[in-house]
């Protein structure tokens, strides 16, 4: 079972670039969220999205987009990278919005230069 | 907003011994989730808790959430490095069974053996 499956694993970007962070699951799972680690501030959320076409924000949406046009995918966008958004990455789904077990994928470490 | 706190922030523990991690929430929990990390690697689901006075047991690793539902405790019943790693509770920030967490710092878990 793939579960959730986020690429790239590591990245290094340079000030400025934009890319965009894949997550995908084989679920069939209504719920998919992005988060972000940094040591000493745990995990928060970035942005989520209840079933295709909605997405909405989390606690720290500013400088990512993202889009949900099919259930299984939901990729993170950064438009214009910058050293703060070095950090680690976990995409997240869940069968629904609330009251299931929530799978997280391995991460994508990204660099800022 | 909902803060979630661990302690301890780090154990040492010989293998063999049994120890308790906790989790304290600054309001009261509907949906307390308890994950571990190894360094490089995602976040495995352990355990779900959503009724005041829970237990729910896995191998040897137990998890309660107490009847007030503002605290919870993971308990290891003779560590084996196996369990080493770090272990963070998560719950939803939105005060309702949702799958908006927010997240602890974590407890850094050493098993000397």
């Known amino acids: 079972n793939a579960g959730v499956t986020q690429t790239p694993k590591f990245q290094v970007l340079k000030t400025g670039q934009s890319m965009t962070l894949q997550c995908a699951q084989d679920?069939?799972?209504?719920?998919m969220s992005w988060y972000r680690q940094d040591p000493g501030m745990g995990l928060r959320l970035i942005h989520y999205?209840?079933?295709?076409?909605?997405?909405d924000q989390g606690e720290v949406p500013n400088g990512y987009n993202v889009s949900r046009s099919t259930t299984e995918d939901f990729p993170l966008r950064l438009l214009s990278a910058a050293p703060s958004q070095t950090s680690v990455y976990f995409c997240?789904?869940?069968?629904?919005?609330?009251?299931?077990?929530?799978?997280f994928g391995e991460g994508s470490w990204l660099t800022v230069v | 907003s909902q803060e979630l706190e661990q302690s301890p922030q780090s154990l040492i523990v010989q293998e063999g011994k049994n120890l308790t991690i906790n989790c304290t929430s600054s309001?009261?929990?509907?949906?307390l989730y308890w994950y571990k990390q190894k360094y490089g690697e995602g976040l495995i689901f352990l355990m779900m808790?959503?009724?005041?006075?829970e237990e729910k047991s896995h191998e040897k690793i137990t998890a309660k959430l107490d009847e007030k539902k503002q605290q919870s405790s993971l308990h290891i019943t003779a560590s084996q490095p196996s369990h080493a790693g770090i272990y963070l509770c998560?719950?939803?920030?939105?005060?309702?069974?949702?799958?908006?967490?927010?997240f602890g710092t974590g407890t850094l878990l050493a098993v000397q053996p």
């Open positions: 997240a789904s869940s069968a629904t919005y609330s009251g299931n077990t929530i799978y």
């Open positions: 679920m069939n799972h209504e719920y």
């Open positions: 999205s209840v079933g295709a076409g909605i997405t």
């Open positions: 309001k009261t929990l509907y949906g």
């Open positions: 808790l959503q009724k005041g006075g």
């Open positions: 998560g719950a939803d920030a939105d005060g309702g069974a949702t799958n908006k967490l927010i």
